[in-house]
């Protein structure tokens, strides 16, 4: 089953593309900031290529086999991240594998070969990629306020798991509080870090209620603007050495201010996380070994158990 797998990755740009249902229910889909996945057994991924191919959509990169297994391995592991070895992308791929598994047209084989990428991919992070957690979006926040010598009190925004990440890291430094839309996610994690809530939603314009943060870490990601330059210009109108980090995707903020200005943006803990020393890098480099010995265990120990090509077992 192996051998039909294929994996393909769209360039950025071309992340909403719309298939054809009938095609899009043969596929596993992911999509991120960084790609847009689409993975499948036998000839369903050549029609798409067909399809995207006939609709002037270039830039792919395709892969088959055991080429693509360690692709979706390396994707999983953060290895094709530009965040090196971040764990966030494991959270989208299993959050994807569970909305396809729900589908009607779910393929139990299909499915199987992405149980098996998690379980390696979990494998490979606890075993050659623990130690680079440092580099975790959360972990660069972390490295942004203690750079800045941030004391005080501090505002996560978000209740969700980059929110929840974030907040494990700092409970013991720093004196947190959180918002959020879901009242009941708020609670809950405001009763883990020992945080205060502070009612959603915020004064947008005014920054009315937040003067007294010393640092805002956003996690929200949303096709609107919250945190527009009025903003920034009332939160930072008596203190000039104020950090705002913003982690969501997509952007929901909106200024002119920079990292001069104590102002994050996501690229800007990007360009910190790809500066790995060299001991980080002999750890990536094993990860890389690591998940080639798992595609060939994976692929072996299929052709010994389904001794038939694909078409066999479909008509077995």
Known sequence: MYDTLTAINLAPGNTSVDLPSDLKAQLFEMSTCQRHLLVGLGVWPDKALSFLNDNGIHGLSVYHGSEAYTYLLEVITGLKSRLLGESEVAGQFKKAYDSYKSSATFNSVCGQILEKLMKDGKEIKTKHLQSIGQYSYAGLAKRVLQNHSVSGQILIVGTGQLAQDTAKLLRK?????????????????????????????????????????????????????????????????????????????????????????????????????????????????????????????RIFGACAAFPFGWEELQFA
């Open 173 to 297: 430094l720093y004196d947190l509080s959180f918002t959020g839309r879901n009242p009941e996610k708020l609670d809950a994690i405001c009763k883990e870090c020992s945080g205060t809530a502070v009612a959603w939603p915020l004064d947008f314009t005014n920054a009315s209620g937040l003067e007294n943060f010393t640092a805002i870490i956003n996690t929200v990601g949303a096709d609107e603007i919250l945190f527009g330059p009025s903003f920034f210009e009332q939160w930072n109108k008596q203190d000039d050495c104020k950090t705002f980090i913003d982690l969501g995707r997509p952007s929901v903020i909106q200024t002119c201010k920079g990292i001069s200005e104590g102002v994050y943006r996501l690229a800007d803990l990007l360009t910190l996380g790809q500066r790995f020393d060299e001991a980080k890098l002999i750890q990536v480099q094993k990860a890389h070994t690591a998940i080639e010995q798992l595609t060939q265990k």
